[in-house]
């Protein structure tokens, strides 16, 4: 059964580059999506980006310019990099698979059903 | 870009019939998903394409979607199902994730 588990500082200076990782045991990391998502504290859930086994990638529009996912295969991790944080960056972070499937009828769907516990990451000096 | 509106809140007595919608624009025509969040864990999917359970998911837990609005419908609600919704969508026009804003389901 796949296991997600994220890692990384649970605190981050404003300014600097927030970096977790995501390791996934008990399964290959090739031929899936996986995906970043963060909740504020008391808020909803927000989608950061994914990344596919090959690298190719896609991010939410409002963090773009800050977010960069990489994937290392030799050691089933995906990694997040988020740059110039603030406090408003400050919330539960996630990891999920996200499959993305195709139907003929009404194109392509997605879901996500493997989570990791997730991290909880503060901005603050 | 893509939106998918939740009610913020939905209150059910025990033994009753939930219901949680999300809205968004031709919803009927995409496959949105729902997932359960219970107060500190991690989100669970609970319903994908339309109206699929995933293994270990009670069958109370039903899908449905037309128009424009998606319905998550807990029947026989037990205070167990007490969590917060978020519906899911693939907007297919720019090949990005999107969530609702979630629904808190009180039961009481």
């Known amino acids: 059964q796949v296991q997600l588990q994220e890692s990384g500082p649970g605190l981050v200076k404003p300014s600097e580059t927030l970096s977790l990782t995501c390791t996934v045991s008990g399964g290959s990391i090739s031929y899936y999506y996986w995906s970043w998502i963060r909740q504020s504290p008391g808020k909803g859930l927000e989608w950061i980006g994914y990344?596919?086994?090959?690298?190719?990638?896609s991010y939410n529009p409002s963090l773009k310019s800050r977010v960069t996912i990489s994937v290392d295969t030799s050691e089933n991790q995906v990694s997040l990099k988020l740059s110039s944080v603030t406090a408003a960056d400050t919330a539960m972070y996630y990891c999920a698979r996200l499959d993305i499937e195709y139907s003929r009828s009404l194109g392509y769907y997605s879901y996500m059903d493997v989570w990791g516990k997730g991290t909880t990451v503060t901005v603050s000096s | 870009s893509y939106d998918l509106t939740q009610p913020p809140s939905v209150s059910v007595s025990p033994g009753q019939t939930a219901s949680i919608t999300c809205s968004g624009d031709?919803?009927?025509?995409?496959?949105p998903c729902w997932y359960q969040q219970k107060p500190g864990q991690s989100p669970v999917l609970v319903i994908y394409?339309?109206?699929k359970r995933p293994s270990g998911i009670p069958e109370r837990f039903s899908g449905s979607n037309s128009g424009n609005t998606a319905t998550l419908t807990i029947s026989g609600t037990q205070t167990m199902d007490e969590a917060d919704y978020y519906c899911q969508a693939w907007d297919t026009s720019t090949a990005e994730v999107v969530f609702g804003g979630g629904t808190k389901l009180t039961v009481l």
């Open positions: 031709k919803l009927g025509e995409k496959y």
């Open positions: 394409e339309d109206n």
């Open positions: 990344i596919y086994d090959s690298g190719s990638t």
